[in-house]
């Protein structure tokens, strides 16, 4: 996991090295992830860095959960009055079972070593059939792609701090922690699109 002090730092330039580092799909990705009717929905944004879920979804409730200061407080120039913001632990999330209809994650998952352990939580806290959405990096198939995922992104990008799924991987993961998969797909080579459901 990467140092909280390094999002502390990159804060004010994170929604521009988030456009670079998805390839031209910031916007597709979004409305992918958005693509239903949320607007009665209680909704927790994991990971929620600057907003980019938790300003733009429709829901009855936003819960933006990041352990990043600086990021929580860019969010937070978006007023919503439908918006909670909450500083902590991903393995520590201070919710109740079944308190939410969907949980989105973009681009953190790849973050944390225990992301399996997170998934156990989320399940915990969705709603019977409610989903988990989630767009990342993940480990390609393809082997010049795989060569730049763990070289260029690894080091450069990511300072040698990432965990990546191929989707079989990812298939397993999700299994295991009592989710259904319901879509799951591949963008450009080098990022999955995930939508699973809780069972």
Not at 19 to 46: A, K, P
Not at 60 to 75: C, H, T, Y
Not at 121 to 137: S, T, Y
Not at 146 to 169: A, G, P
Request: with cysteine; hydrophobic share 40%.
């Amino acid at each position: 996991m990467v140092a909280p002090s390094f999002f502390e730092k990159i804060a004010p330039y994170y929604d521009f090295l988030t456009r670079l580092f998805m390839m031209g799909t910031y916007n597709s990705t979004r409305e992918r992830m958005l693509d239903e009717d949320t607007s009665q929905f209680t909704v927790l944004d994991l990971c929620c860095g600057t907003g980019y879920i938790s300003n733009k979804i429709k829901a009855k409730k936003i819960v933006g959960f990041d352990r990043s200061d600086r990021m929580l407080s860019l969010n937070a120039r978006t007023k919503r009055d439908n918006k909670v913001l909450i500083k902590g632990s991903v393995y520590h999330m201070p919710f109740a079972e079944a308190e939410f209809d969907r949980i989105y994650c973009s681009s953190a998952s790849h973050e944390f070593g225990k992301f399996p352990q997170i998934l156990d939580r989320c399940h915990q806290i969705l709603k019977p059939g409610g989903k988990l959405v989630l767009f990342d990096i993940y480990q390609p198939q393809n082997p010049f792609l795989s060569l730049i995922m763990n070289t260029f992104v690894r080091y450069v990008v990511e300072h040698n701090i990432m965990w990546v799924h191929t989707k079989e991987e990812w298939h397993k993961i999700l299994q295991k922690a009592g989710f259904r998969v319901e879509e799951m797909n591949v963008i450009r080579g080098l990022y999955i699109f995930i939508r699973a459901v809780r069972v």
